[in-house]
C-alpha cells in the first residue's frame, strides 16, 4: 500500500516549457486535490477532482489544467511554464470531499523554472 | 469566508520542554479543524483533527489540541518536546457544509538539544 505516489520528485524547466506533473492512489478514494505550496504562503488549491470524470478550479488555477484520468490518477499541465510556477507541487487524495474527511498527501514534486 | 492564522512562523523550544502553535481561525459557521505535520522533504499527514463532541483532541505522537469556541483557537500542544518534533505544522478549517479546507501559513518547529 503505497498511499499517494507523485512523480517526478525533481523538475527544472526553462520558460515556454510543458510538462505534467504525474499522481496515483491506491486508497480508492473518490477525490483528488492538488497544491502548490509556497514559503511563508502556507498551501494553496490549485485544482480538485471531487469524483472521476469531474475537475474544478481551486484558489490558483492560472496557468494550469488537470485530467482526471481515472479513479486513480490525477495529473496536473503546465503548458507554458513561468517562474512565477517555481514551487513544490503536492497531489492529495481523501474518501470525500468535505466534512471530516481526511487527505492524505504525496511526497511533493519540487519544480524549478528557469 | 473562514481564514487560518498561526501565530509565529517559527517557534524554538528546548528538549523536554512544552510545545505550543497557535491557531486562531475565522469562520461563519462551526468548523472542523485540522493539525497536519510537514517532516523535511516530505508530504503533509494528519495529526489530529476535531469533529465534533469532546474539545480535547488527542493525536499521533503524544500531541494534542483543545478547541475553543469562544477564543476561536484550537492551538496544538506536546507536554515534553523531542528531536524527533522538529517538523513545520499547519493548522487547517474547513467549516461545517463547506467542502473546503483553508490551510494556515504554517509554523516551523525547531528543538534546542
Known amino acids: 500500500n503505497a498511499g499517494v505516489t507523485q512523480t517526478p520528485k525533481f523538475q527544472v524547466l526553462k520558460t515556454g516549457q510543458s510538462m505534467t506533473l504525474q499522481c496515483a492512489q491506491d486508497m480508492n478514494h473518490n477525490s483528488m486535490y492538488w497544491y502548490r505550496q509556497d514559503p511563508g504562503m502556507g498551501l494553496r488549491l490549485i485544482y480538485y477532482s471531487a469524483s472521476e470524470g469531474t475537475t474544478d478550479k481551486g484558489e490558483v488555477p492560472n496557468g494550469y489544467n488537470v485530467s482526471r484520468l481515472n479513479k486513480r490518477e490525477f495529473s496536473l499541465r503546465l503548458e507554458s511554464a513561468a517562474p512565477s510556477q517555481t514551487s513544490v507541487y503536492f497531489c492529495a487524495s481523501s474518501e470525500g470531499l468535505g466534512g471530516t474527511d481526511t487527505q492524505y498527501f504525496g511526497p511533493g514534486t519540487r519544480l524549478t523554472v528557469l | 469566508a473562514q481564514s487560518v492564522t498561526q501565530l509565529g512562523s517559527h517557534v524554538s523550544v528546548s528538549e523536554g520542554a512544552l510545545v505550543l502553535l497557535r491557531c486562531n481561525y475565522s469562520?461563519?459557521?462551526?468548523?472542523?479543524l485540522f493539525w497536519y505535520v510537514q517532516y523535511p522533504n516530505q508530504g503533509l499527514q494528519l495529526l489530529l483533527k476535531?469533529?465534533?463532541?469532546?474539545?480535547l483532541v488527542k493525536g499521533i505522537n503524544g500531541f494534542e489540541a483543545e478547541f475553543k469556541k469562544s477564543e476561536t483557537s484550537f492551538h496544538l500542544t506536546k507536554p515534553s518536546a523531542h528531536m524527533s518534533d522538529a517538523a513545520e505544522y499547519f493548522c487547517a478549517v474547513r467549516p461545517f457544509g463547506n467542502e473546503k479546507l483553508t490551510f494556515g501559513t504554517g509554523t516551523r518547529l525547531t528543538i534546542i538539544p
Open positions: 469562520s461563519s459557521v462551526p468548523p472542523y
Open positions: 476535531y469533529t465534533t463532541g469532546a474539545t
